[in-house]
C-alpha cells in the first residue's frame, strides 16, 4: 500500500532516502513507543515527547501536555525517530547519521468512551505486550483523566539513511583515514522491581520477554 | 544557574519532575546528539530529527531540512529526548515512562563564514570527540552547502521522570502484582567499517573510544 503524496510529506533531499509503502511505516512505528508531537502554540511550535500506539488506521498518543492547544482540531506532526548509527565518513562534509524516522500529520481527535479504553488498550499492548490482561485496568475516574488522540496514518512519509559513508570511491578515499558506522541500539536492561514489593512477587513472563522481543531492536 | 521562567517553560503537571538549572540542561544535551526541531510551515507544525552540539550559551543544530522556513527568523522548538525506562504500575493508569527530556527555545540564527566553521566543530566533536582534527574538514564549497544554525539556551526548561511506579503504597498494592521499571539504554556497538576501506587501516583510539564513552548513556 502507498502513503500518500502531498506537498508536506514529498521527499526532497537527496541523502535520505523516502519511502512510500505502507510497510515502512509500520517498521518505524513498531520499533518505539515515544514519538514527538508537534503543535502550535500561540504561534509557537511546541515539541513534546509522549507514548503511542497504533493500528492499521490510526495512530494513539498521550495528549495531556497539548490538550488544550489541540481542542481546536489544529493539523500536528507525530514524529517517530529510531537513530541507527553515526556515520564517520572521510571528510567532516559527508558525515551523518543512520536513522529511520516517520512523520504523520493530520488533525487529532480527542477519543472518548469505549474508544478511549480500546485505544489505551493499544498504546499499553505496544509498549508491553501482556501487560492489559495483568495489570489493573482503568477506573471510570481514570480513565476519564486520561486524554487520548487518535491521528490518521493517512498522510505520512518515511525516511530512512543507511548503509557507510558515501566517500569510498571519491577523491577523499585516497587520504588513508577510517571510515565506516558506529552503530547505536536501544537495548532493554533487566527489569528492576519496585522497592515496595514484597518478597516472593516474580516478574512475569511477559515483562521478562521484553528484553527478548525484538520491539527496540531494529 | 537558573533557567529562564517564562510563560512557555514554566511547569505546569505533577509526574513530571521540572528542573530550572543549567546543569540539568547541560547534561540532558550532553547525553544525545539528534534533537528534533519544530517548526510552523505555512500555520502547520513539522517536527523534524536532526544534529545538535552546543557551548555554554547555543545550541547549534544542521538545518539543510528546515532552512526556508527560518529564513523569517520564527521562534522554534528544540527537544531533546532521552527514553530511561518502561514504567509499569500494578494499574494501567499508573503506567509511564522514565525520561529525561529538554526544550530549547527562541529564533535561531544562521550562521556564515568563521562562525559556522567554529559551530560545525562543535556539533561534529560533540558527537564524536577527536574526529574534527582526524577527518578533512570541510572546503569553502562545502562550508557554503551546509547550513548550521545557532539558538540560544537562554529559554529552557528540562523535565525529568525517574524512580519506581508511584502506586506502591496504595490500594493497589494488595493486589499482589509484579510492579517495576523495565531500564532502556543506548549502546554502542563496535565501529563497522566502511567496505570500501583498504586493509590496514585500524580504528583509530578516538573512535574506538566512542563505546566507552558514558555520551550515550546516563
Not at 160 to 188: F, K
Request: net charge neutral; charged share 20%; aromatic share 6%.
Amino acid at each position: 500500500m502507498e502513503l500518500s503524496r502531498t506537498e508536506r510529506t514529498r521527499h526532497r533531499r537527496l541523502r535520505d532516502q523516502g519511502r512510500s509503502d505502507r510497510a515502512a511505516l509500520v517498521e518505524v512505528l513498531r520499533a518505539g513507543f515515544v514519538c514527538h508531537l508537534g503543535v502550535v502554540v500561540d504561534g509557537t511550535p511546541m515539541v513534546v515527547p509522549t507514548v503511542y500506539g497504533f493500528d492499521d488506521d490510526f495512530l494513539y498518543f498521550h495528549g495531556s501536555v497539548a490538550s488544550r492547544s489541540l481542542a481546536g482540531g489544529q493539523t500536528v506532526c507525530v514524529t517517530v525517530t529510531h537513530v541507527d548509527g553515526l556515520v564517520l565518513a572521510r571528510s567532516v562534509f559527508e558525515h551523518g547519521v543512520n536513522y529511520r524516522s516517520a512523520m504523520v500529520y493530520g488533525p487529532p481527535r480527542a477519543l472518548s468512551g469505549a474508544d478511549k479504553l480500546a485505544a489505551l488498550r493499544v498504546l499499553t499492548e505496544h509498549a508491553a505486550p501482556g501487560q492489559w490482561d495483568y495489570a489493573r485496568r482503568p477506573s471510570a475516574k481514570e480513565l476519564a483523566a486520561t486524554v487520548i488522540f487518535a491521528l490518521s496514518l493517512d498522510e505520512a512519509s518515511v525516511k530512512v539513511a543507511e548503509g557507510p559513508p558515501g566517500d569510498g570511491d571519491g577523491p577523499d578515499a585516497s587520504l588513508g583515514l577510517w571510515a565506516g558506522v558506529v552503530p547505536l541500539e536501544t537495548v532493554c536492561r533487566p527489569p528492576s522491581p519496585d522497592p515496595a514489593l514484597p518478597a516472593g512477587i516474580g516478574v512475569p513472563a511477559h515483562i521478562a520477554a521484553l528484553a527478548r522481543t525484538p520491539l527496540f531492536t531494529k
